[in-house]
Nanobody, 118 residues
Framework: QVQVVGSGGGSVQPGGSLRLSCEASGVIFSRFVMAWYRQGPGSQRDLVASISNGGRSYYTDSVLGRFTISRDNAKNTVYLEMNSLKPEDTAVYFC????????????WGQGTQVTVSS
């Protein structure tokens, strides 16, 4: 049974930091690109950052230099280190696992709330 479970959200003041974690079980982790998406109130779900099995990463412009995505293949876990948080980072953050080889499966975590407010 495949499970993708995210954790680590919370409430912080502007300028603060949080680290999100996401563990994928029941999969061959190396076959998956891992990513974090976020969805703010009344907004669509947008890609924040992604990382390949080989460690190649991508960041959306608004988080470049503030967020760092990493993965521990031994633990089937992906992390998102978020620094210098801004109110506009407030959203529900979703972990995503996308298989890069057939059958190209796609899995979502349950979402974790991040609130940045003074």
């Amino acid at each position: 049974q495949v499970q993708v479970v995210g954790s680590g959200g919370g409430s912080v003041q502007p300028g603060g930091s949080l680290r999100l974690s996401c563990e994928a079980s029941g999969v061959i982790f190396s076959r998956f690109v891992m990513a974090w998406y976020r969805q703010g109130p009344g907004s669509q779900r947008d890609l924040v950052a992604s990382i390949s099995n080989g460690g190649r990463s991508y960041y959306t412009d608004s988080v470049l230099g503030r967020f760092t995505i990493s993965r521990d293949n031994a633990k089937n876990t992906v992390y998102l280190e978020m620094n210098s948080l801004k109110p506009e980072d407030t959203a529900v953050y979703f972990c995503n696992a996308k298989e890069v080889l057939p059958p190209m499966r796609n899995y979502w975590g349950q979402g974790t709330q991040v609130t940045v407010s003074s």
